[in-house]
């Protein structure tokens, strides 16, 4: 290649990769379950919700047992009824499961009691992040910030791109490097997507 236009071709070069350096530079990527699991609230409603869950599903499994119960006394006496009794007996068995498929998809279901509780309680806290997340793209002069922990997959992050901390920060939490290591760890090791979420509707066993 001849000097002169070796020349060129770097500075040509030069110039282009430099606009795209800059452009580089208005990416960032947060952590959105990372920066909940350190938040103080987050956690308080996560222990709530589960306690409401518990107690729901509870009532759930009694109300199941006391169905196989019926069904288990219909069985071992249905010899000695008569065909109305029978039919009076087998009425009220249906009856009871559907009352309880009823108290179970009431709680449990999409846009439950459980799911409101949910939003009561979760989404202020990530309305708070959202907002965080916006000043801190204003002020960085961020174009975009994505969501490490959301369905689109990351192949490979570089960490001096992640705001998570900063978002911390922001929100004035605090957190040790053994909590971050803690939670990091817990991310790594179980299955993706809210770890401490009560069950759902979609998540109970079938009935």
């Not at 009352?99 to 806290?125: H, N, S, T």
């Amino acid at each position: 290649m001849k000097p002169l236009f070796k020349k060129l071709f770097i500075s040509a070069t030069l110039l282009i990769a430099m606009p795209l350096s800059n452009y580089a530079q208005k990416f960032a990527y947060v952590d959105t379950e990372y920066i909940l699991s350190l938040l103080p609230d987050y956690k308080s409603a996560q222990r709530a919700l589960n306690e409401i869950a518990e107690k729901w599903q509870s009532e759930v499994d009694k109300k199941y047992e006391d169905i196989d119960k019926m069904y288990k006394e219909y069985q071992a006496e249905k010899i000695l009824l008569t065909p109305d009794q029978q039919k009076q007996r087998e009425n009220d068995i249906i009856a009871k499961e559907k009352e309880a498929k009823k108290f179970q998809q009431d709680k449990f279901g999409y846009e439950g009691e459980l799911f409101k509780k949910r939003q009561e309680l979760v989404k202020p806290i990530q309305d708070k992040v959202f907002e965080a997340i916006q000043k801190i793209a204003k002020e960085d002069a961020l174009d975009f910030i994505f969501d490490k922990s959301s369905d689109m997959t990351m192949l490979f992050s570089n960490a001096k791109y992640d705001k998570s901390d900063d978002v911390l920060t922001l929100l004035g939490v605090a957190p040790t490097p053994e909590e971050k290591e803690k939670v990091k760890e817990k991310k790594n090791n179980l299955p993706p997507r809210d770890g401490d979420t009560p069950p759902r509707g979609g998540d109970l066993p079938p009935r």
